[in-house]
């Protein structure tokens, strides 16, 4: 069973940062895809950035440049650099089922998702 608990959010003032954390029991996939998504109130949830194996990472436009996504053996992570009060939102792990030779930033493509944890920016 695959269980991803995500940990780090918090409030903060813009231009600050923070480091996402979600740990993972269960995904042992040689080839993986995992990403971050966020739900802002009353906006449909998005994706930030995944990463397969190898390293392959892509991104949401609007992060390019100040977010980082990263795994460890059990752990997927999500560095926030210059924070901006847009980025206020639930932010979700998620991982794909199977060994996943494809990584798309699109929700529809996870089976696994985490219960969330808030990030509040500030102006």
């Known amino acids: 069973q695959v269980q991803l608990v995500e940990s780090g959010g918090g409030s903060v003032q813009a231009g600050g940062s923070l480091r996402l954390s979600c740990a993972t029991s269960?995904?042992?996939?040689?080839?993986?895809?995992m990403g971050w998504f966020r739900q802002a109130p009353g906006k449909e949830r998005e994706g930030v950035a995944t990463i397969r194996t190898f390293g392959d990472t892509t991104y949401e436009v609007s992060v390019k440049g100040r977010f980082t996504i990263s795994r460890d053996k059990i752990t997927l992570y999500l560095q926030m650099n210059s924070l901006k009060p847009e980025d206020t939102a639930v932010y979700y792990c998620?991982?794909?089922?199977?060994?996943?030779?494809?990584?798309?930033?699109?929700?529809?493509?996870?089976?696994?998702w985490g219960q969330g944890t808030q990030v509040t920016v500030s102006s």
């Open positions: 998620a991982a794909k089922a199977g060994h996943s030779l494809i990584c798309p930033l699109s929700e529809t493509a996870f089976d696994y």
């Open positions: 269960g995904y042992t996939y040689s080839y993986y895809c």
